[in-house]
């Protein structure tokens, strides 16, 4: 039984793995090429304007992108690379993995176009409310220099497509070489978390726990690791098995948007007082939303 679990571990981690590292490469580098074609003052004046309408465009372009929490790390560093405000970054980041197409298509599915509708607006609405707040602390200083916009440096034009293609390969391989070790590390917790924690237990104790369901599924979502489409058919068997709608759905939650594998990579990012204050910030919002739900589910 001890080596059928560590086997699962091994080829949890060796598959996750592989698969998060080769799809950061990729997506660094395609958004690398597509920095050279954008000036980096174009996108901080357009990102930076004043009203909630930068928030609602960074959130509208995290539910279009189909990535989880890790997968999202490229893009949301490549907002700050070109300067967009740091809260307007994390209403990207907080919204991509809560909110994409497969999650809306397999929850349309499930649960029908009213909890999908509410879902959606939820999750944009996290987003948003995350990126006014995080703006408004003015915590750019918990970023470390070496992925922020460097004022002083010369932009450089870019002529010909081969060299824009140069940028993009050595933007990834600069990127990875700093997140590889983080991203095992993160990889390999999922890994053990995922493969040691039946869905019994936490059926079991979300059961128990009554009204503090809510409270103890975003916190035991947390350390957990998966994407929304691998998360929504557990999430449907809890809901089945009679849990609150809103408990199922904060549990499903906590792990797409705040998986420990993505604070470990952002670590590398960011100073760990920053990591605290998202994670603080969303979680709360999810457990709010948690509550709504099932409030609105016990009224109707």
């Not at 999750?123 to 220099?145: A, F, P, R, T, V």
């Not at 390999?188 to 924690?197: C, L």
Request: glycine share 8%.
């Amino acid at each position: 039984m001890l080596n059928e679990k560590l086997s699962e571990i091994i080829t949890f981690f060796i598959k996750d793995f592989i698969e998060i590292l080769i799809l950061l490469f990729v997506m660094i580098f395609v958004v690398g090429i597509l920095r050279t074609y954008v000036s980096k003052d174009k996108i901080k004046k357009k990102l930076s304007k004043k009203g909630f309408l930068k928030y609602i465009t960074a959130s509208s372009f995290g539910v279009i992108t189909p990535f989880c929490s890790c997968s999202s790390i490229p893009i949301f560093m490549s907002f700050i690379k070109s300067g967009a405000p740091l809260g307007v970054s994390f209403s990207f980041l907080a919204t991509s993995p809560l909110v994409n197409e497969f999650v809306i298509a397999i929850m349309f599915g499930l649960f029908g176009w009213k909890i999908t509708l509410a879902y959606i607006l939820s999750g944009m609405l996290i987003g948003i409310i995350s990126g006014i707040i995080i703006d408004k602390l003015k915590l750019e200083k918990y970023i470390y220099s070496d992925f922020t916009l460097n004022e002083n440096k010369k932009e450089i034009k870019y002529k010909k497509f081969k060299q824009r293609l140069i940028f993009g390969l050595n933007e990834a391989k600069l990127i990875i070489k700093k997140l590889w070790i983080f991203i095992g590390i993160g990889v390999f917790i999922g890994a053990v978390i995922h493969n040691y924690v039946p869905t019994t237990l936490v059926e079991n104790l979300m059961t128990k726990l009554g009204m503090f369901g809510v409270f103890f599924a975003t916190i035991l979502g947390i350390p957990m690791y998966g994407n929304g489409s691998a998360i929504l058919p557990i999430v449907v068997e809890l809901f089945n098995k009679g849990l609150p709608l809103g408990t199922v759905l904060a549990f499903m939650m906590s792990i797409v948007a705040l998986s420990l594998p993505e604070a470990i990579i952002l670590r590398r990012i960011m100073k760990p007082k920053l990591i605290g204050i998202f994670f603080g910030i969303i979680g709360f919002a999810i457990i709010i939303i948690g509550y709504l739900f099932n409030f609105l589910e016990f009224l109707f």
